[in-house]
């Protein structure tokens, strides 16, 4: 099978994650790939999860450890037979510790083309606070 | 026979290597049940996107993991029995203002061609995305479908 390519975006291996902890439903579990930033009163988190439905995915959060799951339904029919194959469908799943305080409340979430994106606020303690020195 | 009894595990016309088989096919045994079977059998071009291709009577399918695009940004055009997708992921919102923890999303142009088993109606070629996955549906040619062959008694 022929194939030409051009591109600057490098393929990045979907990673298997030793599915920690164990799953109940069988299949092969993936890490995805994400970016956070941080700024003073926010934690920003973007992870490309492909094929997951809003529905399908839970984000979860309790004493500082934030979850992120998903599952993805295989796609194809089951009279489809392969050419071939170079990613697998199956869930997502990653934890992330976050070191501040995050406002529950206010956490917002948006899942669209398969990247979610999260807010994270942070509560008003964990907030960075200007300390000015006086001089005597 | 006497040979055969007591030795019934090696037939005498198997070679010496036929343990390190033996052993290779325990091996990829004990992969396929930690992978779930599935990283085995991918054979990856190591090139974006990864793409899935399939087949039934009637159809191919082509479907390949681009998050994160919006659909204006993707082309896709096909020619007998190529298929080409091409497409540019821009990652916006990057603020002067964080400070990055993780940046291991990738942004950038990228196209991809690939070669189907058989010709494709060029006309009818169904591209649809959504939940970051690009699916299209691009039917057989008469010449392409597989043909009932009826048995002459």
Known sequence: M??????????????????????THPGPVYTPTVDIYESEDRISLLADMPGVKAKDLRIDLRENVLTLSGRVAAPESSNESDVLREYGSGSYYRQFTLSEVIDQGKIDAKLTDGVLHLELPKSERAKPRQITVRTS | MLLRRVWPSRPAFESPFADFDHLRRQMLRVFDAVTGGDIARGFSAGVFPPMNVTQDDDNFYVRAEVPGIKPADLSVSALRNRVSISGKREISEEKHDVSYHRKERAEGEWSRTVTLPGDVATDKVDARYSDGILTLTLPKTAEAKPRQITVAS
């Open chain 1, 2 to 23: 022929a194939r030409n390519t051009s591109t600057d975006m490098q393929k990045l291996e979907k990673d298997g994650v030793p599915a920690l902890p164990e799953q």
